[in-house]
């Protein structure tokens, strides 16, 4: 990110009742919203705003392959497979172009942390930003 957010980060880590507060709301918003996990390492945004993590596989770069042909899960077949949901959502949002990019393996460690605080450290990717106007055009986020 940048030297701010990342002094911003050290300093939030420094005092652990602060950091539980963030991580309290963090976990406030997410996980009614999204279902969120708490892996640390979000790519909601890439993702169509589907938390992959609730894959019984975990896999965070699209199906396993064992998806059914009504779209269930191979694992839990009375479940949706995530990825469906996933595609689904992000055909609407005009989103599918983000599902190419390729999201690094899940790292353990950052489990039950903040990624909100992970990602002012520079431990994981920041969010991709798209504008209502650019989803209704279909445009992908500019990079960097």
């Given at each position: 990110?940048?030297?701010?957010?990342?002094?911003?980060?050290r300093?939030?880590?420094?005092?652990?009742t602060l950091?539980?507060?963030?991580?309290?709301?963090?976990?406030?918003?997410?996980?009614?919203?999204?279902?969120?996990q708490?892996?640390?390492?979000?790519?909601?945004s890439?993702?169509?705003f589907?938390?992959?993590?609730?894959?019984?596989?975990?896999?965070?770069?699209?199906?396993?392959?064992?998806?059914?042909?009504?779209?269930?899960?191979e694992?839990?077949?009375?479940r949706?497979?995530?990825?469906?949901?996933?595609?689904?959502?992000?055909?609407?949002?005009g989103?599918?172009?983000?599902?190419?990019?390729i999201?690094?393996?899940?790292?353990?460690?950052?489990?039950?942390?903040?990624?909100?605080?992970?990602?002012?450290?520079g431990?994981?990717?920041?969010?991709?930003?798209?504008?209502l106007?650019?989803?209704?055009?279909?445009?992908?986020?500019p990079?960097?």
């Open positions: 990110m940048s030297a701010f957010t990342e002094s911003v980060a300093f939030v880590e420094k005092h652990p950091y539980k507060m963030i991580l309290l709301a963090e976990n406030a918003v997410k996980k009614p919203a999204f279902k969120c708490e892996c640390g390492q979000c790519v909601l890439s993702t169509a589907t938390c992959p993590m609730r894959c019984p596989k975990q896999l965070r770069n699209g199906p396993c392959g064992g998806t059914r042909p009504d779209g269930h899960c694992a839990y077949p009375e949706p497979c995530i990825w469906h949901l996933i595609y689904t959502r992000a055909e609407k949002l989103r599918t172009d983000l599902l190419v990019t999201q690094k393996p899940y790292d353990n460690r950052l489990g039950q942390t903040s990624a909100w605080v992970n990602m002012m450290a431990r994981i990717d920041p969010w991709h930003w798209k504008s106007r650019d989803c209704e055009k279909g445009k992908a986020p990079a960097g």
